[in-house]
């Protein structure tokens, strides 16, 4: 591959740059479930399971009506997601698990404090890679967007802040085709993700990552984009 940096072109060991980008982000990942699964074992199995029973709607009714927390969803979704969508579908391109864990605290301090709260207020998400949001990278399916641009250093795109705004809490980004435009969701950079009612089979794409992450109750709610019917 090869990318340009002021006019000269520069040979670039793709492989081994989307080798580095996954191992610094396993890296992080491994720092947010060590930090988090003390949490997760403080939640028994029928509670778990009685969160993830709820669609979205009905956790979000479940949250104003004080039988859930933005807290405790937080933490069941976050924990599935760990061992399903970053594990068997492969569905996970950078999770925020920390992150998502203190945004959620915040909503339920706004919840409690009487404050206005958002129509997505505590609701855990996810989000496709493409859309841009403040620390974390876009790739499109890209290896080479993992060096340029980098982290999207901006404040959050459009789409993000809507969501943020309503309150939202956003878990995960999820994995898509090369550039969007393939049925299947591929990539050099982050490899293959299954379909979680069959793992020798596709989700499909663009979306494919977001369908996957929603169909194994990884994300209360999941953000795609479509072009020609992902």
């Not at 072109?9 to 080798?19: I, K």
């Not at 933490?75 to 579908?89: F, K, N, S, W």
């Not at 609701?123 to 876009?138: A, H, Q, V, W």
């Amino acid at each position: 591959g090869l990318i340009v940096s002021r006019g000269v072109h520069q040979m670039t060991d793709w492989p081994a740059a989307a080798a580095r980008h996954r191992a610094a982000r396993d890296a992080a990942h491994a720092a947010h479930v060590a930090a988090l699964a003390p949490l997760w074992s403080g939640i028994d199995g029928a509670r778990k399971a009685a969160i993830l029973e709820h669609d979205a709607c009905g956790l979000l009714a479940a949250m104003r009506a004080g039988e859930v927390s933005s807290r405790e969803a937080t933490l069941v979704y976050a924990e599935r997601t760990h061992h399903i969508g970053c594990g068997e579908i492969n569905a996970v391109t950078e999770a925020f698990f920390v992150d998502a864990l203190a945004a959620a605290e915040a909503s339920d301090a706004r919840r409690a404090s009487g404050a206005a709260v958002g129509a997505l207020e505590g609701l855990p998400i996810t989000l496709k890679d493409c859309f841009d949001m403040e620390g974390t990278y876009s790739t499109v399916g890209f290896c080479s967007r993992v060096l340029q641009p980098g982290r999207h250093t901006a404040p959050d795109g459009l789409m993000t802040k809507i969501l943020r705004d309503a309150g939202a809490v956003v878990l995960a980004k999820t994995n898509v085709p090369r550039g969007l435009l393939e049925g299947d969701t591929y990539n050099l950079l982050f490899g293959t993700t299954r379909n979680p009612w069959n793992l020798s089979r596709s989700p499909g794409g663009s979306s494919g990552g977001e369908g996957a992450m929603v169909a194994a109750r990884c994300s209360a709610l999941g953000f795609g984009t479509d072009i020609g019917g992902s």
